[in-house]
């Protein structure tokens, strides 16, 4: 008996396009790159926008102002990392446009996977997992920074 591709378990059919697009978004890492990931508190999403890098990143960092690129979904978004303060590696304030466009929110996760390194240019391929934290459990939320984790009792 032949089976067909409209199943009970699949009810559309994926159009090449939107299959391209599933595919941009979420990859399996290969471990031969290096990448770091990181759940969003409020200093990542808020007025402040601030997004330092984790210290197992930065050693394959420049140690100055570079110009980076994030890519999710087919964009980008160029920003500049600030890699000349050795104890706070960051992205600067154009992390915003990323953050509002992509409508990132308190829970969810990015993972940032380095596809190119130099004293010209960094490239990050991102992929962003939704996490929505339920709104009753926001005042538990301290997770300002890496320092003050995101605890939940």
Known sequence: MEQDSHSAFNTSPVSNTEHDLESEEFWTLSGKKPFFD???TKSHINPRYLLTLPAKI???LPSLATPAVLTYGGKEWNLT???SNA??????????NFVD???????????FELDESS???????VQILRGDIPPEL???IVGE?????????
């Open 38 to 40: 990181i759940i969003l």
């Open 58 to 60: 930065q050693p394959v």
């Open 81 to 83: 990392y600030r890699g």
């Open 87 to 96: 104890s706070c590696k960051k992205l600067d304030g154009s992390w915003q």
């Open 101 to 111: 466009d992509n409508n990132l929110k308190i829970g969810d996760a990015c993972v």
């Open 119 to 125: 004293c010209k240019k960094l490239v990050f391929r």
């Open 138 to 140: 926001h005042s538990k």
């Open 145 to 153: 920074s890496s320092d003050s984790p995101i605890v939940i009792e």
